[in-house]
């Protein structure tokens, strides 16, 4: 994952139009608030319609509290202990005040963001967090290690460690409290039906790292990585079905609105960074953009609001409709 690590961050907030053959134009993006920083900014997370944060080097926090239009800078790095880094790479939020990000540390917020208190060192990079309720959370590491609490982040555990240490994990999900999943290099896809208790691991035949995972439902959910490479599976992962790739390059994020409607964002660093849009439950995709800029992440908030990352150290935004509610165009 490092190699195609984004060097640094902007948020473009997009209106996805109903016709699959459109295509944005780089002249509707605006330069947004900050200005380029210097940081390598990674994971991103909304708490609501209008509160979101990104985490980067250096222990530095973006929180914005109006949809995206100004980032404010909430915290910055700190004296840590020895060995523990402040390089976030991910983060996650249970509520309004609660908030957990990992680095090769864990730490805790209870303000919002604002203070930062260090838990834990875990000796891995941590890559994704997870919480299925207030008590119940899960870190995705690197060497194939996951970690978990049972007490609202104030200890944490490892709950499973992979005979195969290549296998860094890249994100981690949850359908339901009981079922979840990891995925990561090798192939490589965890799954548990017992909260974590027992992890089954499969090495998918493919052979192409994995970046991303998303589920419709408890049944329906999607892998992406390198090459193009998508996989599907309808019965809670018991069985995956390799589809057809649509592009050629690395598939770094996917996120589905609805049983139908998708997105995903494939990109080759200096080059290519192209939205495709699904409308047939990922059977056919239909390119939406191309940003011709490494794109890490796509998300959305609702069916009108999503975002992606991607280099440049910097957020973008297209026009926002004259009022909420009345967007210029129809959303899917």
């Known amino acids: ?43 991103f997370q909304f708490t609501d319609s209008y509160t979101g944060y990104t985490i980067s080097d250096n222990f530095s926090i973006l929180k914005t509290t109006d949809t995206g239009e100004k980032w404010d800078l909430i915290h910055t790095k700190s004296d840590l202990p020895s060995g523990v880094s402040g390089a976030f790479r991910a983060v996650f939020f249970i509520n309004s005040l609660t908030g957990f990000a990992g680095s090769n540390a864990i730490f805790r917020s209870s303000d919002g963001g604002l203070k930062w208190t260090y838990i834990t ?6 890559r994704s967090l997870y919480f299925t309720d207030q008590f119940t959370g899960y870190a995705a590491c690197d060497k194939g290690k996951i970690f978990s609490t049972t007490d609202g982040g104030i200890n944490w555990s490892l709950q499973y460690s992979a005979a195969d240490t290549t296998a860094d994990l890249n994100k981690i999900v949850f359908v339901s409290a009981d079922t979840g999943f990891a995925v990561g290099k090798r192939q490589t896809v965890f799954r548990t039906t017992d909260r974590g208790n027992t992890w089954n691991v499969r090495y998918l035949s493919w052979g192409f790292p994995l970046y991303d995972i998303n589920f419709i439902d408890h049944n329906t959910g999607f892998l992406t990585g390198e090459y193009g490479v998508i996989i599907k599976t309808t019965n809670s992962g018991i069985s995956w079905t390799y589809l057809n790739r649509f592009t050629p390059n690395n598939l770094m994020s996917i996120c589905f609105i609805s049983q139908d409607t998708g997105f995903s964002v494939s990109t080759l660093s200096g080059s290519e960074g192209k939205i495709f849009r699904t409308i047939n439950g990922g059977d056919k995709w239909s390119l939406l953009s191309d940003l011709n800029i490494f794109i890490y992440k796509i998300n959305f908030i609702d069916k009108a609001t999503g975002f992606v990352t991607c280099e440049g150290g910097n957020i973008l935004k297209p026009p926002m409709p004259e009022k909420p509610g009345s967007l210029k165009y129809p959303v899917v």
Not at 2 to 30: N, P
Request: glycine share 4%; proline share 4%; aromatic share 20%.
């Open 121 to 126: 060192s875990l000796g891995v990079i941590v």
């Open 1 to 43: 994952m490092d190699k195609f690590k984004m060097k640094t961050l902007f948020i473009c907030l997009t209106y996805i139009f109903i016709s699959t053959s459109a295509v944005f134009s780089q002249s509707s993006w605006f330069w947004k608030n900050p200005m380029p920083s210097g940081n390598d900014w990674y994971d």
